[in-house]
């Protein structure tokens, strides 16, 4: 009843969705799986109206259709339930699930508070959560807030004529495993209501859940199975199954490692839930790489070494020196340099200029009794310029107007120039085009040549693949498997994959 | 991009503009306006402000708020007329030590300001606005409600001795302005100052210690406050209670109306002169032309609400609260 046909979708040099048919059938539950930016969450904001398609068509019972807004959208029976939680937590549950839409209890101007509490408490019902609707949300569990979001959507059936579908996009990540047996049970009866669109990074879930299951890579859907003859190892092939180019990754240029100077090492490292028990060592000009999806732990591993995380139990080297006192002054005086995934927070101050921004780390250095030396501070900024060929008019430039790929340089300057031999790089070439990728391979190099230790976290498994001389697959906080990567044998796409999901 | 150039260029000058065109605006309906005697006191009446609204632009470039110019300005301005007079009366006497007293009480104000914003975790704006309460409510205690006269001559010289047309208490506040550029450009406390109010996380992941920049901020405001304290005793003599008073609504005025932005990370003390310089043509130019007082208030008022619309950029901003 609800179909897409040969929809696309086109961002400023991306190419987000190509020509993607899609449908989904009254009562049915649809699984999509692909890897990170293979174009599920823009399909998805599609089909919910956050983003309009560039071409094809949108048809609802065969009634082509456009949504300006997701809730225009939703007045056509398709609503979201979404990954980060967005209940807001200090309103009532009532007020969460009637938000927007409190008109139909009003009365001159007055709320009538029990009609409302009454008709949440048959939303609430659909779900078979038994709370009070006059309660904090706050004070809910993660679950339960997941099933109030699911009775949040499904208002629509009363508003609406016609059928629903309901995108779940992650809705198990927060979940535990009888919390997400009982979904899984309540998804199915409520099949009778609506269709579903289940989204997950966990492959056996979305199995057990769909009828179908859209496989989607490189903004195309490239095969739909029915669950019956779905096979998880022919899913993850056609997920990740691409050419990769080993010129791309400067292969050629990956020497060994130092193996006998040891810059940084866990010892059975663990942190709440976002990691335990691990450890390894990050050897001189040696690059790491720590694979595993979204929440597997592999950010909160590099913000451990950096200082900004506290673990709870284990011991954590740098340079021979057991950590005592976590906080990121202490890793930045240790030679810890962190390049953090989001450049515009954490990487650069926009409205400083190129040189301001390479010394931040560094003031000491530049300073006699805290009065700056300007001379030898643009003298840096010019040499580093120079070295990376960062291209910007000048030292004094501000680093919000330079490019993406020439604001990583400044942020690698910074740490390098400062004499950083440990270096922390999350999804370094997010964002980037396949030039500044490039040069920021030649970098990952380069500084593997100068004997600095590189933790990294790759934006493709691709590229964790051909930069890395080790990986270690990380899943739900816990060390799987680890590979030696030397180039020539270096395991495969799905060598990994099927260590992470 | 080209969009953004001119945008970003007529943020840039538009403060010396407004000011160039109100001084021309002036100049033409009452040509009086337009005479050296008439721009010392313009010097005369910026002066104290000045030093209050630099104090204050420190704390607005690392995203905070300082609220506590009127109490500490009270305080310093009383503790150093008793310790002036207490130690002789006159400044070729011990009493010239009631001059570096005075900032120490300012920094000291702003050290106990910092500690209970950061320590505390308490919002700057509420922070400083209860300490600034303290500040009145203990001048007053001082003081018992009487007002301190100097009348010492050598320090009144600030405001009755003229070099070029101009008393001196305008080229202190000049150096005190080059001193505050200084501080801001060359030292690590300046560019600290820029860095945690364009992007504090980052400055907290490149190794600072953001906490301590904040108290610093905080008591080298507090200095700056008591260099104004001075200069508002010297220009009339007097110090008691309320001449801290209408410091907050001025150079929060100023300082905005000069450019800074309130989340930080923009401007600096230049704006600040040139945003001072503003409100007080304004204020004189009133006078001079022969408006009622009321209409400047509602003029200032307007023109904060102008600065800020001109100098934010509402694009990147989803919701004000």
């Known amino acids: 009843m609800y179909e897409l046909r040969q929809v696309d979708k086109k961002f400023p040099g991306v190419h987000a969705l190509k020509s993607i048919d899609f449908k989904i059938g009254r009562g049915e539950i649809v699984g999509l799986v692909g890897e990170n930016g293979a174009g599920k969450s823009t399909l998805m904001k599609v089909i919910y109206g956050a983003y309009q398609p560039d071409g094809g068509t949108i048809t609802i019972d065969s009634v082509a259709v456009r949504f300006q807004n997701p809730r225009q959208a939703m007045q056509k029976g398709i609503g979201m339930v979404f990954q980060e939680q967005s209940l807001i937590t200090n309103l009532t549950v009532m007020e969460n699930i009637f938000l927007g839409y409190e008109q139909q209890f009003v009365k001159f101007g007055v709320v009538n508070w029990k009609a409302m509490a009454a008709a949440a408490r048959a939303q609430l019902a659909k779900v078979k959560l038994d709370i009070d609707p006059n309660m904090i949300t706050a004070k809910l569990s993660f679950a339960q807030r997941q099933l109030v979001e699911l009775a949040k959507v499904l208002t629509l059936e009363e508003r609406v004529d016609g059928d629903l579908v309901i995108l779940l996009d992650e809705p198990t990540s927060v979940l535990a495993k009888e919390e997400v047996e009982l979904l899984f049970r309540l998804v199915r009866e409520l099949t009778t209501r609506a269709s579903f669109i289940f989204v997950s990074h966990r492959m056996d879930e979305v199995l057990e859940l769909s009828d179908r299951i859209y496989v989607m890579k490189d903004g195309e859907v490239v095969d739909v199975v029915s669950a019956a003859d779905a096979n998880v190892d022919a899913i993850q092939h056609k997920m990740v199954g691409r050419d990769v180019d080993k010129q791309y990754y400067r292969e050629q240029k990956q020497e060994p490692y130092d193996a006998d100077r040891t810059l940084a090492s866990f010892d059975a490292v663990s942190l709440g839930k976002k990691y335990r028990d691990i450890s390894f060592d990050l050897r001189a000009g040696e690059v790491l790489c720590l694979v595993g999806t979204e929440g597997s732990g592999r950010e909160a591993i590099l913000r451990t070494v950096f200082g900004l995380e506290t673990p709870d139990s284990g011991s954590v080297t740098l340079k021979g020196e057991e950590v005592r006192a976590f906080t990121a002054r202490s890793g930045v005086e240790k030679g810890v340099g962190y390049v953090p995934r989001e450049r515009k927070v954490e990487g650069l101050v926009g409205g400083m200029n190129v040189y301001e921004n390479m010394t931040l780390s560094q003031m000491r250095r530049y300073s006699t009794a805290g009065v700056l030396r300007l001379g030898e501070e643009r003298q840096l900024a010019r040499d580093w310029i120079d070295k990376l060929s960062i291209k910007t008019p000048s030292e004094h430039k501000d680093c919000g107007g330079l490019s993406g790929g020439n604001q990583q340089k400044v942020v690698l300057a910074k740490w390098r120039s400062g004499g950083s031999d440990i270096i922390l790089l999350d999804h370094p070439t997010r964002g980037l085009d396949i030039g500044a990728k490039e040069d920021v391979y030649d970098m990952v190099r380069a500084m593997s040549a100068d004997g600095v230790g590189i933790l990294l976290v790759a934006d493709t498994l691709e590229e964790a693949i051909g930069l890395s001389h080790t990986i270690i697959v990380l899943k739900d906080g816990e060390v799987q498997h680890r590979f030696d990567c030397a180039p020539g044998a270096k395991p495969t796409l799905y060598d990994l994959v099927h260590y992470m999901i | ?321």
């Open chain 2, 1 to 321: 991009m080209n969009d953004l150039l001119t945008r970003d260029m007529l943020v840039k000058w538009a403060p010396l503009i407004v000011l160039i065109v109100l001084v021309l605006m002036f100049a033409l309906i009452e040509p009086r306006f337009f005479s050296v005697r008439n721009f010392a006191r313009i010097g005369i009446s910026s002066a104290p402000a000045l030093m209050v609204a630099i104090g204050v632009t420190f704390i607005i470039i690392m995203g905070s708020i300082d609220l506590s110019m009127e109490g500490t300005v009270s305080v310093c301005a009383v503790a150093f007329a008793f310790c002036f007079l207490a130690l002789g009366g006159t400044l070729w006497s011990a009493a010239w030590l009631a001059l570096p007293l005075a900032l120490v009480v300012g920094a000291v104000i702003g050290l106990i300001n910092g500690l209970v914003h950061v320590k505390l975790k308490i919002p700057s704006f509420m922070a400083s606005l209860a300490m600034g309460f303290v500040g009145t409510g203990f001048a007053l205690l001082l003081t018992g409600g009487d007002r301190v006269r100097i009348e010492d001559e050598a320090f009144r010289s600030l405001l009755t001795v003229r070099w070029f047309n101009f008393p001196i208490m305008c080229y202190v506040a000049l150096a005190f302005l080059l001193i505050a550029w200084f501080i801001q450009t060359r030292t690590t406390l300046g560019r600290n100052f820029y860095a945690v109010g364009g992007g504090e996380e980052l400055a907290h992941a490149s190794g600072l210690n953001v906490n301590r920049v904040r108290v610093l901020g905080f008591m080298l405001a507090g200095v700056f406050y008591a260099v104004g304290a001075l200069l508002a005793v010297g220009r009339i003599g007097i110090a008691e209670t309320a001449t801290g008073s209408n410091f907050m609504f001025v150079s929060i005025t100023s300082v905005v109306v000069g450019g800074t932005a309130l989340w930080g990370g923009i401007g600096g003390v230049f704006n600040t002169l040139i945003g001072v310089l503003i409100v007080n043509v304004i204020g004189n130019g009133m006078v001079v032309v022969g408006l009622p007082g009321y209409v400047q208030d509602g003029v200032l008022g307007l023109l904060v609400i102008i600065a800020v619309v001109l100098s934010t950029d509402r694009k990147s901003v989803d919701f004000v609260k």
